[in-house]
């Protein structure tokens, strides 16, 4: 069966600092990647998706993401945060033809302003 | 334009009573997924349908869940004899295509508490 590990529940940072959240899976297949995000109060949406080409996945409001196979890892990234980027970070894998998505536990991030 | 819509948005059940939660996907998506979300921890699988057709349950933790799809739209999550451990957020998210490579809208959820 898949898992998906996210190493920090709790992250918190300044206005402009770099942000790297860690997400390990664990499956010897094929897989598709996801990062989701909910902000406060608002639904789950998709921050990046990988499924295959250039490892390196740009989203929207300059986040990125790194798969790196030899590690079973898809962290994500982005050089500055910024207040409005408070949310809970969530990342996500399915296996290849597969229709279920299996989720790590979440990373709450605060940022302060 | 409208998003997937869930009833109610709030649920207190007796221990022991049915509850019926309610998913209104996107219009024309052909995929519908319910996850269960305990409380902090990430959303899990419960169950998966294509149009009308329930094409994976492997994730309803008992037989006291069903979910229904009968005319390929709306979807209904109905728990019997609710346990205390039935207690989550209950999420529905719909995709415009059949399998994976369509992204998976989520609806606000159906807090469950069983008291």
């Known amino acids: 069966a898949q898992s998906v590990s996210q190493h920090n529940h709790h992250v918190i940072l300044s206005e402009a600092a770099s942000l790297e959240l860690g997400c390990n899976y664990s499956?010897?297949?094929?897989?598709?990647l996801f990062w989701y995000v909910q902000y406060p109060g608002q639904h789950l949406q998709l921050l990046l998706k990988?499924?295959?080409?250039?490892?390196l996945v740009k989203g929207i409001k300059g986040f990125e993401a790194e798969f790196i196979k030899s590690k079973f890892s898809f962290n994500l990234r982005k050089p500055s945060v910024q207040w409005s980027d408070t949310a809970e970070y969530f990342c996500?894998?399915?296996?290849?033809?597969?229709?279920?998505?299996?989720f790590g536990a979440g990373t709450i991030l605060r940022v302060k302003s | 334009g409208a998003g997937v819509s869930q009833s109610p948005r709030y649920k207190v059940a007796k221990r022991g009573q049915d509850v019926a939660l309610r998913c209104d996907p996107i219009?024309?998506?052909?995929?519908l997924f319910w996850y269960q979300q305990a409380l902090g921890q990430g959303p899990e699988f419960l169950t998966y349908?294509?149009?009308?057709?329930?094409?994976?349950k492997s994730g309803l933790p008992s037989d006291r869940f069903f979910a229904e799809r009968p005319e390929g739209s709306v979807s209904t999550l109905k728990i019997q004899r609710t346990q205390q451990e039935d207690s989550a957020v209950y999420l529905c998210a719909s995709s415009s295509v059949g399998f994976v490579r369509g992204e998976q809208y989520f609806g606000p959820g159906t807090r469950l508490t069983v008291t």
């Open positions: 349908f294509q149009n009308e057709a329930q094409l994976d």
């Open positions: 996500a894998v399915m296996r290849e033809y597969g229709n279920k998505l299996v």
């Open positions: 499956y010897g297949g094929t897989v598709n």
């Open positions: 990988y499924f295959s080409g250039d490892p």
């Open positions: 219009s024309g998506h052909v995929s």
